[in-house]
T-cell receptor, first 114, second 114 residues
Framework: AQSVTQLGSHVSVSEGALVLLRCNYSSSVPPYLFWYVQYPNQGLQLLLKYTSAATLVKGINGFEAEFKKSETSFHLTKPSAHMSDAAEYFCAVSFTGTASKLTFGTGTRLQVTL | EPEVTQTPSHQVTQMGQEVILRCVPISNHLYFYWYRQILGQKVEFLVSFYNNEISEKSEIFDDQFSVERPDGSNFTLKIRSTKLEDSAMYFC????????????FGPGTRLTVL
């Protein structure tokens, strides 16, 4: 079975501050890991993905995440928050292989203040 | 850039009525999925579909649900007799065969059951 835990349902940062959104996973086999972003009243947009090629993954909009097997973590970071980053962020895990379902975490709402 | 589309964006129905949610996946994708997100909760997997048959389904996907690919472009989710608890945002997604299970999501259909 696979699962994802996102610590912190709400995170608030100042504009220009570091963004850190936490994700820990549980998987009995090597996982694929994803971060998706959901802006208000919109669908899910892929930010980045880990597929075992490199442990530090860079995504869109300046976000990156590091896969740490020893900590079973895949935390999302951005050095400097922008107002436009305010959204809901979901971590997701799937088994390797094609057409495996995504199992999502409960999401973290990021608020960016002036 | 190719994208997944869904219609309608919002559907309101009476309890016990049948609804059909429609999706047009990305044209060269072969794997299709439905997920749902009850307001304030995480995104949950419903079903995956490949080669005109269900690959996997969750316990949520009971006999009231069905999926179909009626032609070469559409992918539908039917709920035969809607319940109040079916009210949710329903997301369609699709993936190809060489994208490490990267799933592309549509904007969603908000289903409201009265």
């Amino acid at each position: 079975a696979q699962s994802v835990t996102q610590l912190g349902s709400h995170v608030s940062v100042s504009e220009g501050a570091l963004v850190l959104l936490r994700c820990n996973y549980s998987s009995s086999v090597p996982p694929y890991l994803f971060w998706y972003v959901q802006y208000p009243n919109q669908g899910l947009q892929l930010l980045l993905k880990y597929t075992s090629a490199a442990t530090l993954v860079k995504g869109i909009n300046g976000f990156e995440a590091e896969f740490k097997k020893s900590e079973t973590s895949f935390h999302l970071t951005k050095p400097s928050a922008h107002m436009s980053d305010a959204a809901e962020y979901f971590c997701a895990v799937s088994f390797t292989g094609t057409a495996s379902k995504l199992t999502f975490g409960t999401g973290t709402r990021l608020q960016v203040t002036l | 850039e190719p994208e997944v589309t869904q219609t309608p964006s919002h559907q309101v129905t009476q309890m016990g009525q049948e609804v059909i949610l429609r999706c047009v996946p990305i044209s060269n994708h072969l794997y299709f999925y439905w997920y749902r997100q009850i307001l304030g909760q995480k995104v949950e997997f419903l079903v995956s579909f490949y080669n005109n048959e269900i690959s996997e389904k969750s316990e949520i996907f009971d006999d009231q649900f069905s999926v179909e690919r009626p032609d070469g472009s559409n992918f539908t989710l039917k709920i035969r007799s809607t319940k109040l608890e079916d009210s949710a945002m329903y997301f369609c997604a699709s993936s190809g065969t060489t994208t490490y299970n990267e799933q592309f999501f549509g904007p969603g259909t908000r289903l409201t059951v009265l």
